[in-house]
Each structure stands twice: as structure tokens, then as C-alpha cells.
């Protein structure tokens, strides 16, 4: 059974940091694409970052610079770091794992306000 759980959401205010960390079980993350995405109540989920199998990143504009996306597949982990939060980075955060099949975590709340 595939498992994604994501941790590390919270309150933080602007300007602030926070570290999301995904751990995974019954999959092995170097065979996957790993990502982060977030979700707005009556918005579409969107990619915020993604790191292939074979170690290159990409993120979303809204987020470079400020983010990054790292992944440990030794422990089959991925973590996504966020530097300089803005309240609109509020939102959910999933975490993903992509090798054709896709499997998704449960999400963690990141509110960021003053």
C-alpha cells in the first residue's frame, strides 16, 4: 500500500520560512517524479515544484527564488523549503509522486498572515 503523508504546514507570518516534508512508503521515490502542489478553496490545484528521477527541479514563477524543492531517496523523502512566504501561498499543500501512476498525500495547511 502506497503512502504519501506530508508534514511541516502551520501559521506563519509574512516574510517568514517553513520546511514541508513528505514521507513515503510503498513506493520507491528515485523511480518517481516528485512534486508539491497547492489548492485554494475554488481553485484549481497547481504545481508550485517537481524534481524528476533524475535530479532536475522546476517551479512555478510565482514561487522561484523562494522555494526549493529537495528529495532524499535514500529515506524516500522530498521536502519543500519556503523562504519569504506571502499570504498568497496560503493554501494546501499535496505532495506527489508521479511514475506514470500517480499518488497523492493528504495535505498540510500553510497560512501565511499577519
Known amino acids: 500500500q502506497v503512502q504519501l503523508v506530508e508534514s511541516g504546514g502551520g501559521l506563519v507570518q509574512p516574510g517568514g520560512s517553513l520546511r514541508l516534508s513528505c514521507a513515503g512508503s510503498?513506493?520507491?521515490?528515485?523511480?518517481?517524479?516528485m512534486a508539491w502542489y497547492r489548492q485554494t478553496p475554488g481553485k484549481q490545484r497547481e504545481l508550485v515544484a517537481v524534481?524528476?528521477?533524475?535530479?532536475?527541479?522546476n517551479y512555478a514563477d510565482s514561487v522561484k527564488g523562494r522555494f526549493t524543492i529537495s528529495r532524499d531517496n535514500a529515506q524516500n523523502t522530498v521536502h519543500l523549503q519556503m523562504n519569504s512566504l506571502k499570504p498568497e501561498d496560503t493554501a494546501v499543500y499535496y505532495c506527489?509522486?508521479?511514475?506514470?501512476?500517480?499518488?497523492w498525500g493528504q495535505g498540510t495547511q500553510v497560512t501565511v498572515s499577519s
Open positions: 510503498g513506493i520507491i521515490f528515485s523511480f518517481y517524479t
Open positions: 506527489n509522486a508521479d511514475r506514470g501512476m500517480e499518488y
Open positions: 524534481t524528476t528521477n533524475r535530479g532536475s527541479v
